[in-house]
């Protein structure tokens, strides 16, 4: 499509002569995308790229609503924003207005949340310990959920969890893997690993902790690009790995360097890239078990938007920016 002024070209009389000028493209405007993440470490890793300008975006314009992982879900679970980050457990709740990204996940390799408390517990102790939780809707619940579904539980706020530990108002705590690089700093022990137990009951099986959706009413070739774009970012945070660990540090704060790098690595991989069979039925698992144990709805299928790289048909376009 081209701009002109009455006509497709616009003639210009110099000297007698007619001169006819060239036309330019007409751009279309940008498409905002409010792409939510939290704060933590992997999140910042995962989307450095994408936020700092150094993955081309095409026409989409993204634009960073930064929330802690429950306020994320809950914008979810109400469809508010375009693209956000969602707790695999909560992703049963917001499956109704998303779809899934192939790319951009987080899994725990045999690791990840964990049960902490003051000191070493029996299995037969901890069955019955009042155990903290930050939020309902995390992965780390629903493990902690299928683990024990009768856990005992105190719902506080997400920074609250860690101190109730320490001071004895609870036995334990619910400490999701984002926290997992702190506990060295507390003085408190796992006393359960709830990657390690979902790993032993699945014959290996990653725990899917982290997903990225997309809103099911964005046009399906901007869904294209967005997917694109964070599976860029992905990459470049991998291909990157210690100029992203510095970014990382310099957002986060108080991060030693080989102790980020490590967390980085351990929830970051491949797999993040894309889920593959293996992330795949490794979700299809984890939320399978969930809706059986009455915890959360049906979710399955799971469903995904578009990934393969296609060019914007000028129909899909005009619908788009209608």
Not at 158 to 177: I, Q, R, S, W, Y
Not at 197 to 221: I, N, Y
Not at 223 to 238: C, T
Request: with cysteine.
């Amino acid at each position: 499509m081209y701009a002109a002024a009455g006509a497709n070209a616009r003639a210009c009389s110099r000297r007698g002569r007619s001169l006819i000028l060239p036309l330019r493209p007409l751009a279309w405007p940008a498409v905002t995308i409010r792409l939510g993440h939290s704060h933590e470490a992997d999140d910042v890793f995962l989307f450095h790229a994408l936020t700092a300008g150094k993955v081309d975006t095409g026409d989409l314009q993204i634009e960073p609503v930064v929330l802690d992982f429950q306020g994320l879900n809950d914008k979810a679970s109400r469809g508010e924003l375009e693209a956000t980050t969602l707790s695999v457990h909560a992703y049963a709740y917001a499956r109704k207005h998303y779809r899934l990204l192939r790319s951009g996940w987080t899994f725990g390799e045999g690791r990840g949340p964990m049960i902490v408390a003051r000191e070493a517990m029996t299995a037969e102790t901890l069955a019955a310990a009042s155990i903290a939780v930050g939020g309902v809707t995390s992965s780390a619940y629903l493990a902690m959920t299928l683990w024990n579904p009768r856990a005992r539980t105190r719902v506080l706020p997400f920074d609250k969890v860690l101190p109730a530990v320490e001071t004895g108002l609870v036995d334990a705590g619910l400490m999701v893997h984002e926290e997992e690089m702190a506990l060295e700093l507390t003085g408190l022990v796992c006393v359960h690993d709830l990657g390690e137990w979902w790993s032993g009951k699945t014959d290996g099986l990653p725990l899917p902790l982290g997903s990225v959706v997309v809103r099911r009413d964005v046009d399906e070739d901007v869904q294209r690009q967005l997917h694109k774009a964070v599976s860029e970012s992905v990459h470049y945070a991998l291909a990157n790995r210690q100029e992203v660990v510095t970014a990382v540090r310099g957002t986060v704060g108080g991060l030693e360097a080989d102790l980020a790098d490590d967390f980085l690595g351990r929830y970051i991989t491949d797999l993040s890239l894309d889920i593959g069979d293996r992330g795949q039925s490794a979700a299809e698992e984890f939320l399978r078990r969930g809706c059986e144990t009455g915890i959360i709805p049906d979710s399955l299928p799971l469903e995904f938007a578009p990934s393969a790289a296609a060019e914007p048909s000028s129909s899909a376009r005009d619908g788009a920016r209608s």
